[in-house]
């Protein structure tokens, strides 16, 4: 069973940035479809697959940025240009068939991360 794990959330000013790890603790590590959730509700903010398709929410277009190493087992979420209302959990996920990736929602993704704060301050 792969395990999960973020890093890297904080604390920072509106127009920050902040970057989050999300790194695999078991092998084999090459799910179809990563993602990165926030809450509440969860709601995918980007995604990737297998083939290296990435998807970004509307708003987060622009400013976030996924991406994977596959070596180092790990999903990153760049963050710039953070606003207020960017304050949430984050998770990542991971979910066995890439179609999930299209329109990701939560309850198709099995195996998911303790989650990371991030607080934007205005």
């Known amino acids: 069973q792969v395990q999960l794990m973020e890093s890297g959330g904080g604390s920072v000013e509106a127009g920050g940035s902040l970057n989050l790890s999300c790194i695999a603790t078991e092998y084999p590590y090459d799910s179809a479809c990563m993602a990165w959730f926030r809450h509440v509700p969860r709601e995918a903010v980007a995604s990737i697959d297998n083939?290296?398709?990435?998807a970004y929410a509307d708003a987060v277009k622009g400013r976030f940025s996924i991406s994977k190493d596959t070596a180092k087992k790990t999903l990153y979420l760049q963050m710039t240009s953070l606003k207020p209302e960017d304050s949430a959990m984050y998770y990542c996920?991971?979910?066995?068939?890439?179609?999930?990736?299209?329109?990701?929602?939560?309850?198709?993704?099995?195996?998911w991360g303790q989650g990371t704060q991030v607080t934007v301050s205005s």
């Open positions: 083939s290296g398709t990435i």
């Open positions: 996920a991971a979910a066995d068939d890439r179609v999930y990736c299209r329109h990701p929602q939560s309850y198709d993704f099995g195996r």
